[in-house]
């Protein structure tokens, strides 16, 4: 037997339990697989004991991390929010139009756009028959990310890559017009052209909308501040 051979027989085999979730990292976990299940059987026929065979955990995990199926559904509520928002974030690197175009996720593919309709239906159909998570959705859904979008707003005035008088209006009239037409093909109203064109149509909305924020410069910098740094000094060396 070779020296390399016999060191490599002699190398111990590691062991031991795969590395444990964090608490934050197995909730979310849980949330996200109780979401097809609370789609498909709705609020009030879905029981945390449903979820523990679902998700396959014990009950005492489940309940260490969701004291009840109403915190449970909040939770589902804050992940659901990242898919249409996505923020926190830092886009400090791209324009301010690519980094809405971002934030807002319109490139995603139809797919996901269904899924992430589907479950602002379910939402909504669920609150309106218990009333005690309308004001939980609203609270951790739009509200959160009306503020969240304010929060980025105000960071981007406070570097001077835009100019708005008042942060909260401007994210309210942006999410009015970015959600607007989600809510209503959510709502299967008849809008073939949104639902054929998504993508283009809420790209021209964040256009139009980052026309009416960028900094007004004097001397021919109209509206550069939007770009990025390394983008507005590879311009001005070109001029």
């Given at each position: ?19 444990v979730l964090s ?31 679902h998700c396959r ?179 001005s060396s070109k001029?």
């Amino acid at each position: 037997m070779t020296k390399e051979s016999s060191s490599a027989v002699a190398e111990p085999r590691r062991r031991g339990r795969p590395k444990v979730l964090s608490d934050a990292s197995q909730a979310q976990k849980i949330a996200r697989q109780a979401r097809s299940l609370f789609l498909k059987n709705g609020y009030a026929r879905t029981s945390m004991d449903d979820v523990v065979r679902h998700c396959r955990i014990s009950k005492s995990t489940l309940y260490r991390l969701f004291t009840n199926k109403k915190e449970l559904f909040a939770a589902i509520i804050d992940d659901h929010r990242f898919d249409m928002l996505v923020l926190p974030g830092n886009y400090d690197d791209v324009s301010i139009e690519e980094a809405l175009a971002r934030i807002f996720r319109i490139d995603i593919d139809s797919g996901a756009n269904e899924d992430r309709l589907a479950l602002i239906r379910f939402a909504v159909i669920e609150s309106e028959q218990f009333p005690e998570l309308g004001p939980l959705l609203y609270e951790r859904g739009p509200d959160q990310s009306l503020r969240e979008l304010a929060l980025w707003l105000a960071d981007q005035r406070k570097k001077g890559r835009i100019e708005v008088p008042n942060v909260d209006d401007a994210a309210m009239a942006l999410m009015d017009m970015m959600f607007g037409p989600l809510i209503r093909i959510g709502e299967h109203v008849h809008t073939p052209r949104l639902e054929d064109d998504r993508a283009r149509y809420l790209r021209n909305c964040i256009s139009l909308f980052t026309r009416g924020i960028l900094p007004r410069a004097a001397g021919g910098e109209a509206r550069r501040a939007g770009r990025p740094r390394t983008e507005r000094k590879h311009a001005s060396s070109k001029a």
